[in-house]
T-cell receptor, first 116, second 116 residues
Framework: AQKITQTQPGMFVQEKEAVTLDCTYD???????LFWYKQPSSGEMIFLIY??????QNATEGRYSLNFQKARKSANLVISASQLGDSAMYFC?????????????FGQGTTLQVKP | EAGVAQSPRYKIIEKRQSVAFWCNPI?????LYWYQQILGQGPKLLIQ????????DSQLPKDRFSAERLKGVDSTLKIQPAKLEDSAVYLC??????????????FGPGTRLLVL
């Protein structure tokens, strides 16, 4: 079965510093996708970044980058130059072909607080 | 481009009452998902539609939950009768087509349900 683990319930970071949010996954599939979403207190899930299992380069989207280590089954999110607006809950999710439905399996989430 | 719309944003009901949530996906998106997010957890898929057909409803409590997407666009999720443990945020998401590609899911703002 597929599983996503986020071991950091809460994180603090100083404004303008970089922060890494951890995500490990478990799957027997060879083809899968990894996603990061941001959920502010308003509740909406905002898509941040995607990494495919066959992508050789780490994904980047503006201040977000995904540190993909396939052998270790980890897909950590790096946020550079943190801003106050980055304070939110962050979810790592995986989509694989096992179910062949595109269903996302989510981790428990990490709450990030950015200090001024 | 308009995002995923959901209504109502908040709902408070008493146990054993019924409630319905509405979702309008991004225009042109064939796949629609309903997720349940209990406080402190990641979202869990309840049901997935491809146009007006059900792809996956394996985790939908069918004795009390029902959903439809009659014309392949809007969708309604109903709970009847509600239980205390149904208190959660109900998130609707859509993607172009769950088959192949990145297939990023875009989420609506969610409906926060409180069952008293």
């Amino acid at each position: 079965a597929q599983k996503i683990t986020q071991t950091q319930p809460g994180m603090f970071v100083q404004e303008k510093e970089a922060v890494t949010l951890d995500c490990t996954y478990d799957t027997s599939d060879q083809s899968y996708g990894l996603f990061w979403y941001k959920q502010p207190s308003s509740g909406e899930m905002i898509f941040l970044i995607y990494q495919g299992s066959y992508d050789e380069q780490n994904a980047t989207e503006g201040r977000y980058s995904l540190n993909f280590q396939k052998a270790r089954k980890s897909a950590n999110l790096v946020i550079s130059a943190s801003q106050l607006g980055d304070s939110a809950m962050y979810f790592c999710a995986m989509r694989g072909p096992t179910s062949n439905t595109g269903k996302l399996i989510f981790g428990q989430g990490t709450t990030l607080q950015v200090k001024p | 481009e308009a995002g995923v719309a959901q209504s109502p944003r908040y709902k408070i009901i008493e146990k054993r009452q019924s409630v319905a949530f509405w979702c309008n996906p991004i225009s042109g998106h064939a796949t629609l998902y309903w997720y349940q997010q209990i406080l402190g957890q990641g979202p869990k898929l309840l049901i997935q539609f491809q146009n007006n057909g059900v792809v996956d409803d394996s985790q939908l409590p069918k004795d009390r939950f029902s959903a439809e997407r009659l014309k392949g666009v809007d969708s309604t999720l109903k709970i009847q009768p509600a239980k205390l443990e149904d208190s959660a945020v109900y998130l609707c998401a859509s993607s172009l087509d769950f088959r192949g590609g990145t297939q990023t899911q875009y989420f609506g703002p969610g409906t926060r349900l409180l069952v008293l």
